[in-house]
């Protein structure tokens, strides 16, 4: 009997994967029996150090390096992974800023990366895995897509576009035995939020803000992750999921 958190035989691609969120649940599922596709913008020496890893763990891999904000590098990552079965969308682009400080540059660089891209692969994912009657399609999406951060509106704003996308993929592909969601992580401790967090008094404040007491970690995520990319999650589809310690209670 296949246990349900199995992935053996399946491939997954997991954008964004060489440090925090993203390679945590690279490395979930890759330890649940997937080959993994791990992605980075470039070869870089973190997500060196996340394929010594996934060695060392016996996990069967490979490497893509694609700039997901340029469009013609988002599909030509598409057709190299065609066979995945799991797509979890976890790269971003984050900026802060106040709405009137916020060139257009700026914005096109978060829509690109956030929307766009999500666009483009969802739509390049979706009808082939409807076709072979399986697969599973993640978005990381963030609390601030329901309730922006002083100078994240922007940010906030392509993770909301990115959760409404969500919600109309998992009904187009859901007969297909296509499931697509949203994990939504709270702060969690990674090198993007490192900055922000090595502040005292800031820290002080955000923590009486979360029920459990402390950041996540991206381990958090991986667990949950694993569990909507599976046949556990089988009849999960179109959720929004939090991991935030009840930072949003």
Partial sequence: MTLPFSLAGRTALVTGSSRGIGKAIAMALGRAGAKVVFHGASDSPALRTALAEADAAGIA????????????ACDDLAAS??????LVLNASAQSYG???????????TLVNANVRASFRLVRAFGPKMAERGWGRI???????????????????????AMRALVLTAAKEYAPGG??????TPGVIATDRNAQALSDPAFT??????IPAGRFGTPE??????LALCSDAGAYVTGADLVVDGGFSL
């Avoid at 106040?98 to 096109?108: E, K, V």
């Avoid at 601030?144 to 909301?160: C, E, G």
């Avoid at 296509?178 to 994990?183: A, E, F, I, P, S």
């Fill in 138 to 160: 993640l978005a990381i999406g963030s609390v601030n897509q329901a309730r922006p951060a002083p100078r994240l509106a922007i940010y906030a704003a392509t993770k909301a």
């Fill in 220 to 225: 958090d995520c991986a667990g949950l992750a």
């Fill in 204 to 209: 002080e404040t955000l923590l009486k803000s």
């Fill in 98 to 108: 106040r709405l009137a400080d916020f060139s257009d540059a700026a914005f096109d």
């Fill in 178 to 183: 296509v499931t697509v969601n949203t994990l």
């Fill in 81 to 86: 992974c065609a066979d995945a079965d799991i």
């Fill in 61 to 72: 891999h490979d490497a893509r390096f694609a700039d997901i904000g340029s469009a013609a």
